[in-house]
């Protein structure tokens, strides 16, 4: 297991996450199509983690309705983590009362959001404190200043977001600096092999500002185990939550490639594109979810694996972006400097 550093901070977290939604889930919601797991098999799958060398946890107060986040803090309890050494996000946004202040990211709900998230967790401050989605009624510049608080007070230590768009992120930042509060450590965004879109403007605007990635869904929604045709499949996750969206005949090309070099190696489908996750500079963590022990032990075996520059090269072929403006342009025209760039290492 690898440690990466998260953004521009001195915190290094594990190039795996265990991703808790599957836990808490009941009845006929969303969250029982995802996992049902209880405090026993959540139990188990945190000490897998932890035994394999994983050190960051995620969850969020809307995951079953804040279940996940009880399971999660009484895992961390049962299993005698030392605190110090494991690093909790979490994630406020959605959500969680009936009004219409039971949600967002004001300065009203997200300063109760957290509150409320460290009690479910039974934790004194939380690691990472992510903004879930993006407001469009909060100016950016209140959820900062509230997210500044959290940090003030203590209950926080760093501060990210979850499905922010380049330039709302470049904005915040900026807004940060200018104004002296605590600026984005990380995003948390869907990336696969049949999800490449942040490499159009979310990756290059990372890396410029030094933000970290946190992937979520890596196998978009067990898409890219293999199980699934491009047809779709009357059995699994996707059958009763067809999400991420996948064109069918851009994930069955991509599943093609990625079939010769599982065979070839001997290892699942899913490794191989966890693999090529980690193998992405830009990536700092991926979130893996699971809901039995031998499956989580198939994903973190994925850290083991060196793809080639063939292999590599055969996946990119396969699920590359098609050329899209400005972005075509600016590399025809910059060719040039990228080619004296080159010359200077």
């Known amino acids: ?17 265990l991703g808790t939604m599957t836990f808490g889930g009941s009845g006929d919601d969303m ?44 895992a961390i309890r049962n299993l ?26 004001s300065r009203y709900h997200l300063i109760d959001a957290c509150k409320a998230s460290l009690k479910r967790l039974q934790l004194d401050h939380i690691d990472l404190y992510q903004v879930h989605g993006f407001d469009p009624a ?12 959290l940090v003030q007070h203590g209950h926080v230590r760093y ?33 696969t092999l049949v999800g490449r879109d942040l490499e159009r403007e979310i990756a290059p605007m990372l890396v410029s500002e030094g933000v970290g990635l946190m992937v979520w869904s ?16 009357t059995e699994g996750r996707r059958a009763a939550f067809d999400f991420p969206p996948v064109d069918p005949d851009r994930g069955d090309a991509v599943i093609a490639a990625m079939r010769p070099i599982a065979e070839t190696r001997g290892v699942s489908v899913a490794r191989i594109a966890l693999a090529w996750l980690l193998h992405q500079r830009i990536v700092t963590s991926v979130i893996v979810g699971a809901k039995r022990p031998e499956q989580l032990a198939d994903n973190l075996a994925a850290t083991e694996i060196e793809l080639t520059g063939d292999e590599l090269a055969a996946l990119d072929a396969a699920s590359k972006l098609a050329s899209e403006y400005p972005g075509w342009m600016q590399e025809r025209q910059g060719q040039q400097q990228r080619d004296l760039l080159a010359r200077r290492r």
């Not at 297991?1 to 996450?17: A, P």
């Not at 909060?138 to 959820?143: D, F, G, L, N, Q």
């Not at 890596?218 to 499949?233: D, E, I, N, R």
């Open 1 to 17: 297991m690898r440690y990466n550093k998260l953004g521009r901070t001195g915190l290094f977290v594990s190039e795996i996450c």
């Open 31 to 74: 969250w029982s199509k995802i996992g049902q797991l209880g405090q026993e098999d959540a139990d188990a799958l945190l000490g897998v983690a932890i035994e394999r060398g994983v050190n960051f946890i995620d969850t969020a107060d809307v995951y079953a309705e804040g279940r996940s986040e009880e399971i999660t803090g009484q």
């Open 80 to 105: 005698g983590l030392k605190r110090d050494e494991i690093v909790v996000a979490t994630k406020g946004f959605g959500a969680t009362g009936e009004g219409p202040n039971g949600r967002g990211a």
């Open 138 to 149: 909060t100016p950016i510049e209140e959820t900062l200043r509230a997210l500044d608080t």
């Open 159 to 191: 501060v990210g977001v979850s499905n922010w768009a380049a330039w709302q992120i470049a904005k915040a930042l900026g807004l940060a600096e200018r104004l002296g509060l605590h600026r984005f450590a990380s995003l948390q965004a869907y990336y």
């Open 218 to 233: 890596p196998l978009a929604g067990g898409f890219l185990s293999g199980k699934y045709s491009g047809t779709g499949s």
